[in-house]
């Protein structure tokens, strides 16, 4: 057996906010995502150093939420194996034409009841003039207003049980790198992985299906996650928690809220796991997965949150 | 088509040194690597964050250079493929039982002359009492010792060819991510990857077979290398080059001649490359690839090096 | 009028322990301090960049505690004028002969009950061999042992009158930088130094005299703060608070009981202060001051600790 | 014998440039300065953190070069007695009534040529609506304009004599921290400090009376430092050397020529100097005083520089 490899990246998230003017404001000023383009009831955003057409979409709603995941496969060739092995699992929507900044889509909803898509087609994102970097491996110049994140990170969603999307994700390929259980042994959370990143997506089980819990941007560096969090604050708005450091995935971390209620992550630091049998590391939430410094731990034994 | 995907990781390196004792004890307090074991007249060492049983083999011979550049096969199936295509290369020397921390591996050579293996079965690193982590997805306790790095990250060798190196490089699904051109076109330098990380190992033209340039490792961040290049100075060595920013792969460096006589590099901060079709991006020399702050060219026009 | 400047830094602090040989092994291998040498029940210790004989003074005791601070004078004159000053407060206790690491010193008790020392001539450590740094301005070489702490910052005592204790420094030519308040405008803490650090002792008021809050070394970067708490943690220590910002005085902070029962906080990235007539900025609890980032207020409206 | 303590900082440089709007722009744009108000022919700029009205006043002129150093006095009695100091070394110029951010000042013209002026009484810097920091103890809130230096640190000239100088202003109680000789003995350069920092000042004899080598202004970590570099290339500007580490006094440093053609060095990472009687280090040019890492030797056994 060989593993799939249908999926080579997490392509971008969509989000939906009733207040998308000043969702999209505050994640440019403070947080310096670049916008690409605007459609309808959409702003198409991407981080300075991410190189597709988009890696953020904020599309207006009745209230927040995860509009969709999408994911790029790992070829034109798997693009069509993903959507055999899809078509199999009853889940997959079918084709659409697909979106500003790609081409023909395939969607699916997951067990946890998230919109999700595939495909290979993509613009690559044009530097218009004056915003071209002087290095040729760089999308465009780099973004020095607010945060200035350099890319996408991961997605995190809730789910009303966590083992079967982590077994629909596993036979995506994706990779089950990390776990954490309750004392009594119920699976509470995984972060998965189609790259080399700690996590491209995770996964925490609240009960109920198709939450949404997090999309992350990262920089480059811990210390300037520590500067963002001057910046947010010097912006006037408010760090929800952190900088901390997870336990799980090893990662810097803070937490804010969007005007629109989205709650975003920054984060910096985390390790990169090459071997594709190195998990699952399971953790014990009486083993604080959640904070690798603090001795407050976040769950109750039973894998609840202390606060929601 | 899809991208064959047979390989996941640089594992290790050996390296040749007329001085192991020097070498490993640098290595060791310098550098802060760990021991594993020794056998016959090989010493096996690790970084802290390394989790198989060794990145770096030292073994005693007259001069320094390169052993071997041994690669993790991407599961037991893709080590079957892998072998499959090396046979039809007719540059595959055959199988060998192992060696320590790994079992039996297919040997080749590569066109510019490096003797290199392919495996799958691993031994994972198992840290004795008193080494072991607080946190389960590290392999052992970081290590403070000297410079302390974190994990092996990639190795460089010298060519005739780079082209015909490249070639037999993306055949076995390598990507090219970056390259360095003459200023009259000739190809100088290929940067390529198996992983996320920006290169895996490279080349460079330096019109003779089997030359190794250095194996570089990583620490976690920019911070922790400047801090690094006093280390090395507080131990009394030298520093040969840096801490500077390679333009390529937005690494930043330094290097330094271990005491039997080989480069090593150390890194922090180089870009990572999710896209599999994201490169290649193409240098140069004019361009000064080799450093994204200096006006200071390492290279002449034509390619050559202005210091050997 | 011109300022006294009676005083050029803050030289030693000396701490009682109840288990001396923990807590000086605790200090040595996680946060990296040097011995210089003993003495009777005492151990001599300094960062690597003190360059005075010794800046933490270990004694052992029924209990933890303070118990005395050390001062420089800025000159043999500016002794005698302090001495002087001290005679005609009533608070001055007389000369002893000095101690390992200084010469004869002025002993004084503080209105919050705090033994004090000021003195000129010190003994400059000498690195012995092996210990030289490569620079000559470094007092021995980078120790990269555990933390590794730089310098000796601050210390932070408790008191039952912070205005009378204010007062008192403020007459000995310590400039009074910042202050928190409590919103019935109690004056709770306030923050002087005698140097261009944001702070060289600090006042809490506790309702008690001749409290001990804290000892302070700093580090480098902020990046190196958050590797020490991991190097903490992976010690198999606790953390008890941070990393996190204050917003007094800007430091990035983490503080942790050393097995004696004494807190000690590790700090970097804090501001300088030049200007004489800077302060004070006078914050009230309502403004949570302790906490830059997070809304977490550790103090009550009355100034009052939410956890002692 | 006390130290006199006249002087508690640098508090301004004067730079005259013949490309006044472009100079400004640069410094504005790339390096993050903020414009204070415009008068005349001079444009009056200060860092984000700089408390008074200005800390760097450009003015239009037919070249390059240094028009004034502004000292503060360390109090208003201070200020008479510096002068009464000045007065008697027949270097005093006398009385100005001030300029925009202060008041009366006495001008002197130091030995090497230098324009330099003392005075008290100083306007602080009030950020407008929509400038003011969230925490109270920032002049105004964190600028992340380009690079964003947060203070300025120190101004360095050339003379035909640094021992004249040097003793100078040791008469001044500028303290001498570090000394570069020449390998027979002759002195070459002087840092000098009247606060902790490193240096307020430096000297370096070039042969000449009255020449400017640079000013600097400092980032909050040397990580900041790092990504200034890109930066000022991703802005399409030079660096002229650097980022490296000084051995003298501990500096990661970086060097560009402003578009007027005077020199601007970014700094962090410089040590603090506490003990008045620390120095003076005394560096022959053959122990490579200007750069800690690497082993190429800015200066001839003489003293000159290799390059000018």
């Known amino acids: 057996m060989v593993n799939p490899h249908f999926l080579s990246q997490l392509a971008h998230v969509e989000l939906l906010s009733p207040k998308p003017e000043e969702t999209v404001n505050y994640l440019k000023e403070v947080w310096g995502l670049e916008e690409t383009t605007r459609?309808?009831?959409?702003?198409?955003?991407?981080?300075?150093?991410d190189y597709f057409h988009h890696s953020l979409k904020i599309t207006e709603a009745a209230g927040p939420g995860l509009g969709h995941i999408g994911w790029r496969a790992d070829s034109?060739?798997?693009?069509q194996n993903v959507v055999q092995h899809l078509e199999r699992t009853e889940l997959g929507k079918g084709w659409i034409e697909g979106d500003l900044g790609h081409g023909k889509a395939y969607q699916f909803i997951t067990p946890g009841g998230h919109l999700s898509e595939v495909f290979w087609d993509v613009e690559w994102y044009q530097a218009p003039e004056g915003k071209e970097s002087v290095w040729k491996n760089r999308p465009q110049k780099q973004v020095r207003r607010g945060i200035g994140v350099r890319r996408l990170d991961h997605v995190t969603v809730l789910t009303d049980n966590t083992t079967v999307d982590r077994l629909f994700y596993q036979d995506l390929g994706i990779r089950y790198n990390e776990g954490i259980y309750s004392d009594f042994g119920d699976e509470i959370g995984a972060w998965m992985s189609v790259s080399n990143l700690s996590h491209d997506i995770a996964f925490i089980n609240a009960g109920f299906k198709g939450g949404f819990h997090h999309v992350c941007f990262a920089v480059e560096s811990r210390e300037e996650l520590l500067n963002a969090a001057d910046t947010i604050r010097e912006h006037g708005f408010e760090i929800e928690s952190g900088p901390g450091k997870h336990a799980v995935a090893e990662g810097l971390n803070l937490y804010a809220i969007e005007p629109g209620g989205n709650r975003i992550e920054l984060y910096a630091g985390a390790h990169l796991v090459f071997a594709p049998d190195w998990g699952p590391k399971k953790w014990k939430v009486s083993e604080n997965p959640n904070d690798a410094w603090s001795s407050f731990n976040l769950f109750n034994p039973d894998g609840s949150l202390k606060y929601s």
Chains 1, 2, 3, 4 share one sequence.
């Open 76 to 79: 034109e060739g798997a693009l």
């Open 39 to 49: 459609r309808g009831q959409s702003v198409y955003l991407r981080a300075w150093g």
